[in-house]
């Protein structure tokens, strides 16, 4: 018992010893030890002792290797972060450098340029061509729309039960009866898909009911089948009064221009160079029609036609006689003592009918066979046909044109809409000089890669152009540019020389990244392959005049001195890349191959971009980003050191555990052998007190 006593004795004189001047208690931390934790007075010592705080010194001391290893671990994961955060840098670089050479390629893509987008819009995706278009519209497709007439809000019209036709879709109605806007919601629920029904309050007690098909063209028109008793009763639909008109032409009238016609009532015969002239004043409407026949009569074998040449042995042919009254003029050498050229003949004309309207415009109708034709005059809707001229310049041939005629085509409708709105009827538009009709606006399937969204009609052809998008390759030069310039701006801070050597840990937030990789090669020969590549010259169509990429407006420092505490040069150290873009975009606008090959070029013709600034930067950051690339295998690296110090953090922690119940046992012992010994104290100081 005496040499255990005398053990812990030493031990808490060597404890109090150790740690007197212990910092790292806190005076409120102190005080609160005082009031909570036993405390012992050991025989022949004035100061108590305090065996928990003895236990917890005891413990830091062996907690200082912990804290150690703990602080390495998490450097390895601040320089871990860095490394994924450089590494985002890396991949975006190499995502902005991919875009200008795979499928992403700007300089592929294309654009729709219209002087009026309000009358025109041009849509184009990469498979367009770089070309112009005159487009003339002469009318856009419209859906059939039509109103009731004003109608009390109150009234209580009858029910209905009809069919509803948008060209070829049907859609039943039952109408129980109501007001009008109880028929309204009937007709709005019964297809909005197809039908746009709207209600408009014209004024305080009446109100409109406006039907609007959803899908333009000619065939797609509204109409109506059933019992129509609340379409009539309400205004929407009228008896039909459309008549058809069917007008003959007729030749009785006419003005020889030129040539020999052979002209009858109802048909006119052209020989060769010859023009006649029809004054006509005809109002043209919706689904008037144009029919005439045609025919056409070549002439015989040229033999059978007489001219002047020299014969077969190169003599001069005599004139033949001419009988002039009772006189006979016999034929002589001839006078001139040339050969007659031969008369010029004309065979490829076919524009032999034209129509002159009163607005200037003109329809010609071309022909290369026989038969009877049927020409739609839509287009000129609501115009007037001021003549018609008949034309044949051949040579070769007669035409003959009978049985000319205008005349409509109506369907037979019973009841028609009292108050139109819009007619269905299709866009009709001229693609240089091309008549074209679609069913819609938006059409997609005349110039391959391209769509013409039409919004209004034109008097004359309007100039559209699809050319490069100049601004997306721009905005991706730029782009490439901020990402490469970021990436180096970092490059050079981790790599810039740095003599601090203070822990990640204790680093401020804007010194962390400084030098730290200063004595890497790795990142200092990327940085170097990086900084290379711009300044290097590359091959292009334009020889010489086009090979780096300071003569297209992007530099790192304009040639000339300049300032070495000037921000120019400041950029120029960390190699930024700086553009002129006044410069670049009239480079670009004039030698767009050009500038796409600096950054990406095909040498070897095998369709793969091979060469370039782009296609060089995004080879050379393989052996940074990637699968086994150097960054990879320094997180992988660090990683495994993590889990090392956090493997002796654990096991460490463990037997630091194990330490301090071992002290607690033994102080423990050395807690009760105090108590035991201030107890016999007491007794004998009691003892000697009873005794004196």
């Given amino acids: 018992m005496k040499k255990e006593t005398l053990f812990f004795i030493f031990i808490m004189i060597f404890s109090v010893n150790l740690f007197s001047q212990s910092k790292y208690i806190s005076e409120k931390e102190e005080e609160k030890k005082k009031n909570t934790k036993p405390f012992f007075s050991l025989p022949g010592v004035k100061e108590k002792i305090d065996t928990e705080d003895i236990i917890q010194k005891l413990l830091y001391v062996k907690q200082i290797p912990i804290e150690q290893k703990k602080l390495e671990a998490e450097d390895y994961k601040i320089e871990n972060s860095i490394i994924k955060d450089f590494s985002g840098y890396l991949r975006n670089l190499d995502e902005k450098s991919r875009k200008l050479f ?143 008109f069917d007008k003959p032409i007729y030749f009785d009238n006419v003005n020889v221009l030129s040539g020999s016609p052979v002209i009858t009532k109802t048909a006119v015969s052209l020989p060769e160079n010859t023009l006649i002239e029809k004054p006509l004043k005809e109002n043209i409407n919706e689904n008037y029609f144009l029919s005439l026949d045609f025919d056409i009569n070549y002439f015989g074998a040229e033999g059978e036609r007489k001219s002047y040449f020299t014969n077969e042995n190169g003599e001069l042919v005599l004139m033949e006689p001419v009988q002039i009254s009772n006189v006979v003029v016999s034929g002589g050498s001839l006078i001139l003592d040339i050969e007659e050229k031969p008369k010029e003949v004309i065979s490829n004309f076919i524009d032999y009918i034209v129509l002159h309207f009163t607005n200037g415009e003109k329809f010609t109708l071309q022909f290369q066979t026989n038969g009877n034709f049927k020409f739609s005059l839509e287009k000129f809707n609501k115009n007037q046909i001021e003549k018609i001229t008949i034309e044949n310049k051949n040579t070769d041939r007669e035409i003959k044109v009978a049985n000319v005629r205008i005349f409509s085509e109506l369907e037979e409708r019973k009841f028609t809409p009292k108050n139109p709105i819009t007619k269905a009827c299709d866009a009709i538009f001229e693609l240089d000089g091309v008549e074209i009709k679609r069913d819609k606006n938006n059409i997609d399937d005349v110039i391959d890669g391209v769509t013409l969204n039409l919004k209004g009609e034109t008097t004359s052809p309007i100039k559209v152009s699809v050319d490069y998008n100049y601004k997306k390759i721009e905005e991706a030069i730029l782009d490439w540019i901020d990402a490469y310039n970021k990436t180096m701006e970092y490059l050079y801070i981790l790599t810039e020389p740095n003599l601090d050597k203070t822990p990640l840990h204790e680093r401020k937030p804007e010194d962390l990244k400084k030098g730290i ?120 690296n660090n990683e495994r050191k993590i889990r090392e110090k956090e493997k002796d953090v654990e096991e460490m922690n463990k037997k630091l555990a194990e330490y301090e119940i071992e002290l607690r046992k033994k102080y423990g012992k050395l807690n009760q052998a105090l108590m035991e010994s201030e107890a016999k104290q007491k007794w004998l100081n009691n003892q000697f007190k009873n005794n004196d």
């Avoid at 009234?155 to 009809?162: D, H, I, Q, R, T």
């Avoid at 959803?214 to 109506?224: L, M, Q, S």
């Avoid at 940085?527 to 780096?548: A, F, M």
């Fill in 517 to 636: 990789y200063q004595a890497e090669n790795s990142f200092i020969s990327l940085k170097n392959k990086l900084r290379q590549i711009p300044g290097n010259s590359y091959k292009t169509d334009y020889g010489r005049e086009l090979t780096v990429l300071e003569q297209i407006g992007i530099y790192t420092k304009r040639t000339g001195t300049f300032s070495a505490q000037s921000d120019e040069w400041t950029s120029a150290k960390m190699g930024l890349l700086q553009i002129d873009l006044e410069k670049f975009r009239g480079v670009l606008k004039t030698r767009l191959n050009g500038v796409e090959q600096i950054f990406a070029n095909d040498l070897d013709g095998d369709l793969f971009k091979d060469s370039g600034v782009a296609v060089n930067i995004s080879q050379s950051l393989k052996t940074a980003i990637g699968k086994g690339s150097f960054i990879e295998m320094k997180i992988a």
């Fill in 102 to 244: 795979d499928y992403q390629s700007p300089f592929r893509e294309m654009e729709g340029v219209s002087p009026n987008p309000d009358l025109i819009e041009v849509f184009a995706t990469r498979k367009a061509k770089k070309q112009d278009y005159n487009i003339k519209i002469n009318q856009i497709a419209r859906p059939d729309s039509f109103a009731s007439d004003s109608i009390p809000r109150n009234k209580v019209l009858p029910p209905s039960e009809f069919t509803v036709y948008l060209g070829k879709e049907k859609i039943p109605v039952i109408f129980k009866g109501g007001t009008i806007y109880q028929l309204y919601e009937t007709l709005k629920e019964a297809n909005p898909g197809l039908l746009d029904v709207r209600i408009i309050n014209d004024t305080p007690t009446t109100a409109i009911l406006v039907i609007t098909g959803k899908k333009t063209g000619k065939e797609n028109k509204i109409y109506f089948d059933g019992k129509l008793d609340v379409l009539l009763e309400i205004g929407m639909l009228t008896k039909s009064q459309e008549k058809k």
